[in-house]
T-cell receptor
Framework: SQQGEEDPQALSIQEGENATMNCSYK?????LQWYRQNSGRGLVHLIL?????REKHSGRLRVTLDTSKKSSSLLITASRAADTASYFC????????????FGKGITLSVRP | DAGVTQSPTHLIKTRGQQVTLRCSPK?????VSWYQQALGQGPQFIFQ???????QRGNFPDRFSGHQFPNYSSELNVNALLLGDSALYLC????????????FGEGSRLTVL
């Protein structure tokens, strides 16, 4: 079963625009992570935000977390064609023996 | 510094056969997790190995088994292959059991005919 659900499923934007992707989850979490995957390749970790954090930045990435709404957003500013990829949110639920659970992903296309 | 390496990169099997996939974790990492990713889906957790023991397991049948060696490398074995086992199998390593950042390999693409 998948804990996180990303929205939208697909996003197409022009180079230079900002891309906003959302993730909702169901149970209390220890942390939430975003990963990127180029077609058929392995996943690359982008950013991790802990449950007691509300916002984090890394380069052109900005992640927010609202634990009351059980949701997160990933903002990519000034997008580039090279940002074209699938993006996944992954949640680590609270509790012993929890495992990192991925959503179905968002396909981002950045048009040059 | 070598990252996570997986082999083979691609393989084709027929129904009923058995397959073994291999993974070497990133240098300094002692925990290996395996994920199955079907086309168009997110990765699904299979199991996690730490100190040569299976520590956690996802909703996968016993046909899926694994092993971790003293050098932290790991194998994933799948018996009695089904068509539905066709997927990208991803290995991820981390330092310790707590799921901070995972480092993924490029995956092994399994096709079952």
């Amino acid at each position: 079963s998948q804990q996180g659900e990303e929205d939208p499923q697909a996003l197409s934007i022009q180079e230079g625009e900002n891309a906003t992707m959302n993730c909702s989850y169901k149970t209390s979490i220890n942390n939430l992570q975003w990963y990127r995957q180029n077609s058929g390749r392995g996943l690359v970790h982008l950013i991790l935000i802990r449950s007691n954090e509300r916002e984090k930045h890394s380069g052109r990435l900005r992640v927010t977390l609202d634990t009351s709404k059980k949701s997160s957003s990933l903002l990519i500013t000034a997008s580039r064609a090279a940002d074209t990829a699938s993006y996944f949110c992954a949640t680590l639920p609270k509790g012993a023996n929890s495992k990192l659970t991925f959503g179905k992903g968002i396909t981002l296309s950045v048009r040059p | 510094d070598a990252g996570v390496t997986q082999s083979p990169t691609h393989l084709i099997k027929t129904r009923g056969q058995q397959v073994t996939l291999r993974c070497s974790p990133k240098s300094g990492h002692d925990t290996v997790s395996w994920y199955q990713q079907a086309l168009g889906q997110g990765p699904q957790f299979i199991f996690q190995y730490y100190e040569e023991e299976e520590r956690q397991r996802g909703n996968f049948p016993d046909r899926f088994s694994g092993h971790q060696f003293p050098n932290y490398s790991s194998e994933l074995n799948v018996n009695a292959l089904l068509l539905g086992d066709s997927a990208l199998y991803l290995c991820a390593s981390s330092g310790g059991l707590e799921a901070g950042e995972l480092f993924f390999g490029e995956g092994s693409r399994l096709t079952v005919l």
